[in-house]
Each structure stands twice: as C-alpha cells, then as structure tokens.
C-alpha cells in the first residue's frame, strides 16, 4: 500500500517526472488529480475543475462515460492486447468499417498507429515509398506551410515552423529539410483572392520534381499558431497537386471528429487528400491510437513496388482495447445532435470571448466549431495563468502568446459561459 503523502508525491514527481514542455530544474506547476467525470476534473484537495481543454482535444464526451468504460471493460474480459503481425481481431475491423464508412469513399485503406505523431510519420513514409515504387526515388522532400505543427517526433517536427522562434529550432541540423510556403493569409470568412496561394504555387512549381507531397493541416492550424483559413485555399491546392501529381496529405488528428463544426475539417471545402492522419478525439480521450488513410491508389502504387511491403509495423498497432473504445466513441459521437452542440458552443464562445478584444493585451479573439482562441501580444506566463485558472475553478492550457479553449462536447451552456467569462478575465 502507497503510504507517502500527497506533498511527498509532488515532491517525487517534481524531482523524477519530466512533463511535457517543462524543464525538470525548475519545473512548472503541476495539480494533482483524484478522478475526473463529465467536464470536471477534481483535484486531491477537493476543488473542482472545468476542463477548457478536452485533454489536449481528445475528450470530447468527457470524462468517465459509463460507455466508453463499459466497452473498454467488455474488451479487457477478451484480451487486452494481441500483436498485429500475422493476426487480426473483431475491434480492429469493425472500427476500420466505421472509418470507411464515416469518410470519403477514396480513403479506403487504413494503417493502424499509436500516436498521432506515428500517423504523420506513416504518412510520410507512404509518400516516399510511392515514388520509389515508381522509380522517382528522388522524390522524397515534403512541401508545407509556415506555421503548421504536425508533431514531436522527427519527420513530424521537420513539418514545423522553421524559424528560430519555434519550439524545435533547436532540431533544425538534424531533420530533413522541408520546403514552407506562406501560411494562408485567408480568414475562414474571406472573399478568395489567388494572391492567397501565390507563394505555395511558386515553391510547387520550383520544386515539384523533388516533392513527394504537400503536408498541410486543413482550415485549422492547430498548436503553431491556433489560425483559421479559408476553405478556398484547399480547393486550390487539391487543384495545384493534380496539375504536378504531388500527393497531397491532411493532417487532422486536432480537428477530426467535429471539431470545426464539420465531422472532417476537410469537408468545408469538400476536398478528399490522399493520405489522411486522425487521432486524439478518435478513442474519445481513452487511449492513445491513430489512423493513417490512404487511396486505393497510393496503396497499390506501393503495394506493385520493391519492396511491395509497406515498412512500418508498430508493437502497439491495432491495440483491441484501444479499437473497441474508438469504435463505441464514433458510434457515441454520430449518434448525438454534435453537429448542432457543436454550433451552439460557437455562439457561446464568439459572444463570450468577445470582451477580450477591448484589451490592449491582446491581439485578437476567433472562434470556429467547438474552438475559441484569444491571441495575446505577449507570451503568457504559463504557471501564473494556470494558478489563476485553478482559483476560479477552470483548466485552461496556454501555449506561448495563445490562450485557447477546446471543451468536451458534452460541456452545458452554462459551464461553457462560467469557462469562457472566467479565461475573460484573467487575460485582460
């Protein structure tokens, strides 16, 4: 039995645990949680928390769902894991049959990975092995936007920003160097201008017999910069990527599954990528699993190819544990009135953040789906905004000059008003 207090465990994780983002010489603060259900999480001292951030967007039904439990529960009694090598299982296959059926009829091939990250890496190495198995093996760079932010491992991080202002600049001698274009310049709600995409056509032109495929984050431009672009900008770059056969690859594992109001952010501009990335809301927030989808087209292609093996194979693919709790979070997620939710946090979110703007702290306020941004003109101070936060019984993540919200969907009117009033209050 663990015997030490709750200061001597702090004391402990303080020392030995490394958090993410955080120095272990002076680390940031950490709250120490008890359970979590619904929208609220409780800390140890009792104080209750509205969870402004879904788990880094993953929770979107909240916390404990007697559902999720009861699937994940139901699978435990099976097995908890098998290797995905030589064998398959019922959860894999029928969370595959709900992708294929909840997604464009083009993307009918799925690789089963174990983090986001691993998604885009699987991606990328789809795009690559593509070309190889056409004898263009010198097509292997990747064309992306400024400001983009696809993941901490190393082909992921070679798609970030490459200034020295970005959190992995100091990676910069050891990854693969990528081409950036431009971000788009484009609001959601603006009038489209070709001036928009001018610079991403330049370098696709330059550059297009070295590049595998365009890499972009549709609408959204999650972590690196928390920015909402026009629609018409993928339009046009699905035209760009036929007129130069460059692949083109969605990464969506931040706004998959409603997030922008849409169940695929893709969808508002109707446009189907090659390759997709999905993770973070597709296990509801339960366990870490992700998707690669790709065409007939791209599988084949590599598939008629030496070697026809597509090489990537991890431990953890496939988890059934993880499959069976993806499966019952989409059936959850299609089976409520999300899309209308969905809207409805919108309207709460623009009226409530609104206020904001008449800070001269800060920059700008947007909000789009189940998303609402306030951008400051400094970067925040982390462990003094989260101690604020914590005071008035609300946990929201900044990240550098960016204070957003990403609640579950199944947070109430009146939580998401006290959530949004209260981040208000702090920032101005």
């Not at 059926?101 to 593509?130: C, H, N, W």
């Not at 036929?242 to 969506?252: C, G, K, Q, R, Y």
Request: with cysteine; glycine share 6%; aromatic share 8%.
């Amino acid at each position: 039995m663990n015997t030490t207090s709750l200061a001597e465990d702090i004391a402990f994780d303080r020392r030995h645990i490394w958090h993410p983002y955080t120095a272990m010489s002076d680390p940031l603060p950490v709250y120490y949680v008890e359970s979590a259900s619904g929208v609220r999480i409780r800390l140890t001292d009792g104080s209750e928390l509205i969870d402004g951030m879904a788990s880094w967007w993953a929770a979107i039904h909240g916390y404990n769902h007697p559902e999720l439990n009861r699937a994940v529960s139901e699978q435990l009694d099976k097995m908890s894991h098998v290797m995905f090598g030589g064998m398959t299982h019922s959860p894999a296959i029928r969370l595959a049959q709900t992708l294929v059926e909840i997604t464009p009829p083009e993307l009918s091939r799925i690789f089963f990975a174990d983090s986001g990250s691993v998604a885009v890496e699987v991606a990328l190495k789809m795009a690559v092995q593509y070309w190889y198995a056409q004898g263009q093996p010198q097509r292997h760079r990747f064309l992306t936007i400024r400001n983009g932010y696809h993941g901490d491992t190393f082909g992921a991080m070679s798609l970030g920003d490459p200034s020295e202002q970005s959190a992995h600049s100091i990676f910069s001698k050891v990854l693969a160097p990528q081409i950036f274009a431009e971000s788009p310049t484009c609001r959601f709600d603006d009038d489209w201008q070709e001036k928009h995409i001018a610079d991403m056509q330049r370098k696709l032109h330059e550059h297009h017999e070295s590049i595998a495929a365009i890499v972009v984050e549709p609408i959204v431009q999650g972590a690196g910069g928390m920015k909402f672009y026009s629609p018409a900008y993928l339009q046009r770059l699905r035209e760009l990527c036929h007129e130069t056969s460059v692949l083109l690859i969605f990464d969506e594992i931040a706004t998959g599954f409603g997030r922008t109001g849409k169940l695929f952010a893709m969808q508002h501009a109707d446009v189907v990528p090659d390759i997709l990335c999905l993770g973070k809301a597709l296990t509801g927030g339960y366990m870490t699993l992700s998707a690669t989808m790709c065409t007939d087209w791209v599988a084949d292609t590599i598939s008629s190819g030496s070697p026809p093996q597509f090489m990537h194979g991890p431990t953890f693919m496939a988890n059934p544990l993880a499959c069976a709790v993806a499966k019952k979070s989409i059936e959850l997620l299609l089976a409520s009135d999300w899309q209308s939710k969905v809207m409805r946090m919108e309207q709460i979110l623009r009226t409530s953040l609104s206020s904001a703007r008449a800070s001269s702290k800060v920059a700008d306020v947007r909000v789009l789906g189940a998303i609402g941004v306030i951008e400051m003109n400094e970067a925040v101070d982390v462990a003094e905004f989260q101690r604020q936060c914590v005071a008035r019984g609300i946990w929201v993540r900044p990240f550098g000059k960016l204070v957003y919200l990403m609640p579950p969907y199944v947070i109430d009117e009146d939580d998401l008003r006290y959530l949004a009033g209260m981040t208000v209050q702090i920032v101005q």
